[in-house]
């Protein structure tokens, strides 16, 4: 088998062979066709994920044919499409995970390679409407936004949503389920270009958050949000806290622009908001986001495809954030 190797940190990763893979008892060896990036394996490349070192194979997203199936599994899967559930271990409770509870692609080795092996637990058929590409691009963003949205925001049709940074794989799942939940979206975002892409796919409109007018143009044109789903925080979330609605709900799930400078805790209790942290999803979430994105036939937003042999320009690309969507690697045996 090829894989891509995280060896070390700010290093390129390092195409090697390696033996082939053998399940383990629960486990399947899946053949992949197509993988794809998070922000997560950036962050590992850098070395900023806690938990994460060298050397492990990074991604989390995977689709591809089930080719071997260990001791206890039952051996109908082999020949399956299938897609995988990008988290293990995640415990008995809804409302957050357990201590044990990991993501595929660090520690354990991940999906940016000819094959990988994972427990059949987390194996999910391919919905049909997706080509592989666009399997593969689903899992982890696909998982994120569901349960930002729907198992924590709990969006109602007619509200008006706002999701920061639409750039973001995760983002622009955020629009689309939101779009298809009948909710009135609106997008930030620094890039115009992207501003017209998420009207394209269902958005009202959009604002540039490096204008620091953006929040009273907001108000003006779209009101008050009842439901903003983000993940930059950093200095932008006080304008978050200032625009939402009274009694709004505000999902955040990453950090990218860091730590909010200041939080207005006098509007957060006087609106009664709720300000609501988010992290993947559990298995349940899983199930439920791939009836959703099949019951509404969503296709996911690719920006650009790579061979696998290419994943080290995908993440360098990703650094800058010129993307709209998802950064796929195709993989060809
Ligand atoms: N908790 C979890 O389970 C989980 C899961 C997935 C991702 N995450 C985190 O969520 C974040 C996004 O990940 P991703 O993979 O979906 O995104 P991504 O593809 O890495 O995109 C990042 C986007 O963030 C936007 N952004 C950057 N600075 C911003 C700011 N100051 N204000 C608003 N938006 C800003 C940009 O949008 P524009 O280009 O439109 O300006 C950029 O395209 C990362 O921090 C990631 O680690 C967390």
Redesign the pocket.
């Known amino acids: 088998m090829k894989a891509l190797v995280f060896k070390e940190i700010k290093k390129p990763l390092k195409l090697i062979e390696r033996p082939g893979l053998a399940p383990q008892s629960g486990q399947v060896v899946v053949a992949l066709k197509a993988a794809a990036?998070?922000?997560?394996d950036?962050?590992i490349t850098q070395g900023l994920y806690p938990g994460v070192n060298p050397v492990v194979v990074l991604g989390s997203d995977g689709a591809g044919v089930v080719s071997l199936t260990g001791d206890g599994v039952d051996p109908s899967w082999k020949g399956r499409e299938v897609i995988i559930y990008p988290g293990r271990d995640w415990g008995d409770s809804e409302a957050a995970q357990s201590k044990r509870f990991h993501?595929l692609g660090g520690p354990m080795d991940g999906t940016f390679a000819t094959e990988v092996a994972v427990p059949a637990a987390q194996l999910h058929s391919k919905p049909l409407h997706l080509d592989w590409r666009e399997a593969a691009a689903l899992p982890?963003?696909g998982?994120?936004?569901y349960?930002a949205l729907f198992s924590h925001g709990g969006v109602e049709s007619g509200e008006t949503v706002l999701i920061?940074?639409?750039?973001?794989?995760?983002?622009?799942f955020a629009l689309q389920f939101a779009a298809r939940a009948g909710a009135k979206v609106w997008?930030?975002?620094?890039?115009p270009r992207?501003?017209q892409q998420a009207v394209g796919l269902g958005a009202q409109g959009g604002f540039d958050?490096?204008n620091q007018t953006w929040p009273a143009e907001f108000t003006k044109i779209a009101g008050a949000p009842n439901l903003i789903i983000?993940?930059?925080?950093?200095?932008?979330y006080r304008s978050l806290i200032e625009i939402a609605a009274p009694g709004a709900r505000i999902v955040n799930?990453?950090?990218?622009?860091g730590q909010p400078e200041k939080l207005d805790m006098f509007r957060v209790f006087w609106k009664q908001l709720r300000l609501i942290?988010?992290?993947?999803?559990s298995p349940k979430d899983f199930s439920r986001m791939l009836a959703f994105v099949e019951k509404h036939q969503i296709k996911p937003v690719i920006d650009a495809v790579f061979p696998l042999s290419e994943g080290n320009q995908a993440i360098e690309q990703?650094a800058r954030?010129?993307?709209?969507?998802?950064?796929v690697l195709e993989i060809k045996h």
């Open positions: 990036l998070n922000r997560r950036y962050w993501v982890l963003a998982l994120t936004a349960r920061t940074g639409i750039g973001g794989g995760v983002a622009t997008v930030t975002s620094s890039s992207k501003i958050y490096t983000d993940s930059a925080a950093g200095k932008g799930y990453g950090a990218t622009a942290g988010s992290t993947l999803g990703m954030s010129p993307q709209f969507g998802k950064y």
